[in-house]
């Protein structure tokens, strides 16, 4: 899976498909204090870039994929 869920954090990884938007929304509504990191994440979806828009979950590490970072690195709330 190229979303993979911890207690506190989800691991975006890979190619993020539009499939996984609907769990991504489950689990940040479930776990409203829950992370992201997207240091492994090498494309992602725009359904999932809105998603983390509403939700605005803090990004822990943002890789260095073309197509991420400078897209996430307009709206993320970096700790």
Not at 3 to 19: D, P
Not at 40 to 48: D, I, N, P, Q, R
Not at 52 to 73: I, S
Request: glycine residues 4%; hydrophobic residues 55%; aromatic residues 6%.
């Amino acid at each position: 899976m190229p979303i993979r869920y911890t207690k506190t954090r989800v691991h975006l990884e890979g190619r993020c498909a539009v499939e996984e938007a609907l769990d991504l929304v489950a689990f940040l509504n479930a776990n409203p204090r829950a992370k992201v990191t997207l240091a492994k994440c090498t494309g992602v979806h725009s359904a999932l870039v809105q998603v983390l828009m509403a939700f605005r979950p803090p990004v822990m590490a943002v890789g260095d994929a073309p197509a991420v970072a400078p897209l996430v690195a307009l709206f993320a709330v970096t700790e």
